[in-house]
């Protein structure tokens, strides 16, 4: 079926007189704008079902919603043949989250679930963490997490609390195949008799197991008048963060009025994502003002957190994801070292293209550091094949997501947030800022120094382009980076040499250490290169790289 054809179905009396409406002017105008709306189906990536808000097969729209609820639905009541079934639903502050929400509770309590959606936006973190506690089998965040404000998306989880992996993804997105026809969607109202309200029941027991993580409440305590900035981005992170702050004993916390406002536009930002330097700019206003010691940015979801410092010289620098993810890991694996919780059952998780650092210091502290595939699902795999075994301290991912602990199984922006205060706090009775602690671990470990490009090509077309770029650098991969012989190369393709499950990933091992990944998103149309580097001349060696394959 082409896509004119998949259009065409859209106007049968299955879909809403405006639905009918729109495709037909669809079929009468560009046909570019057509065939991106009705190539594909949504499908399931890392990142769960994301995609443009509008109408047609590859965008989010309530029909789509409603046919991979039901797809879900079916497959988790074959999985759990008997047993009376129970979800668990949150959303973000994007256009559309609460309706989607709302159209996914009624699917699942119309096929005889009990619902349990919260009052209002709430963390995907906290999502994760209310599956287990209420004994879900399920449960599902609508956002598009950090993606533009055209873009939303359906997150689904299984009853560990973490995002779908193997076989689950897959035979979710068959049963989603399966539904070819809104007809064949039990849709229901919402509210329902099935769907029960939660919030502040959840919000207080989520709170206090994850503050029951922290390490140095006498270092809190002694500096409770740390100045701390706090934005959401007009996310889900509005409530949440600031309480978990002044919680642990924090005082002095100031907001972004202008930003604290829950909006799906995202007025205030070209985009709500912390990994770019313009999202904490009114952030880092507020912050000279204040004269405040540390930035902190959640995207709308929450689940992933940017960080800002001052240096040495009082100037507020940005730190990015394997910067605050090694103060993270540097910072737990010393004080449990120090309280004495650190032996052979203990371990931490990375994934692959996060910096080498991390590996550095577990090695160090002699706890073993897990690789794992790109995706925070495959830490919470790790940490799922691991319990009642061993203890998992923390782990994390250069996209600025980590997690401590095992209530939650998904990064985790709130206790983030809150160990980033604490180890500011640590620091401080050593005379230390954030900053000067990251330059204690290089003068410990050595210098690392990474960055990435990310490459966006979008339609079908640049989809087509990505895969043609994986394709000529597996045919032609490079021999030398940045003049450095190349020693390694590894296809994650081949899941019999790599030892991780198969995923279109490539990445260059050099003599002195340089290291490139290549991938293409699992949630955006780019193609990510991600470069490492260590010892001396470090700037140097990372221009030359990302000169090498920016062409």
Known sequence: MNYRERAMLWTGEAYDVETRTRVNA?????????????????????????????????????YTVGMATQGLANYVRKSFPDQALRVAISYDSR???????????????????????????????????SIRHLQCQVGVMITASHNPKEYNGYKAYWQDGAQLTAPHDKNVIEEVLKITDPSMVRFGTCPHSRIHTIGEDVDRVYLDSILSLTLSPESVARHRDLKIVYTPLHGSGVRMVPRALRQIGFEKIYSVPEQEISDGNFPTVASPNPEESSALTMAIEVAEREGADLVMATDPDADRVGIAVRDAEGTIRLLNGNQTASLLTYYLLT??????????????VKTIVTTELMRAMADRFGIQMYDVLTGFKYIAEVIRNNEGKRTFIGGGEESYGFNVGEFVRDKDAVIACVMVAECAAWAADQGLTLYGLLQRIYEEYGLYKESLISLTKKGKDGLEQIAQMMVDLRNNPPTELAGSKVVKVLDYNQP???????????????????????????????????????GDDVDAKLKALMEQFNK
């Not at 190539?39 to 399931?44: A, Q, R, T």
């Not at 699942?108 to 999502?127: I, M, Q, S, T, Y």
């Not at 002195?512 to 260590?534: A, H, L, N, Q, W």
């Open 26 to 62: 669809m079929l009468n105008g560009d046909p570019k704008e057509l065939e991106d709306a009705f190539y594909k189906n949504l499908e399931f990536g890392t990142g769960g079902l994301r995609g443009i808000m509008g109408i047609g097969t590859n965008r989010m729209n309530k």
């Open 95 to 129: 256009n559309n989250s609460a309706d989607f929400a709302c159209i996914t509770a009624g699917v699942f309590a119309e096929n005889g679930f009990d619902v349990f959606l919260f009052d209002n936006l709430r963390p995907v973190p906290e999502l994760s963490f």
């Open 335 to 348: 004080r449990w070292n120090e309280l004495g919780k650190l032996n052979e059952n203990t371990y931490m």
């Open 496 to 534: 019999e040499v790599t030892g991780l499950p198969k995923s279109n990933v490539l990445r260059f091992f050099a003599e002195d250490g340089s290291v490139v990944s290549v991938r293409p998103s699992g949630t955006e149309p780019k193609i990510k290169f991600y470069f490492g580097v260590k």
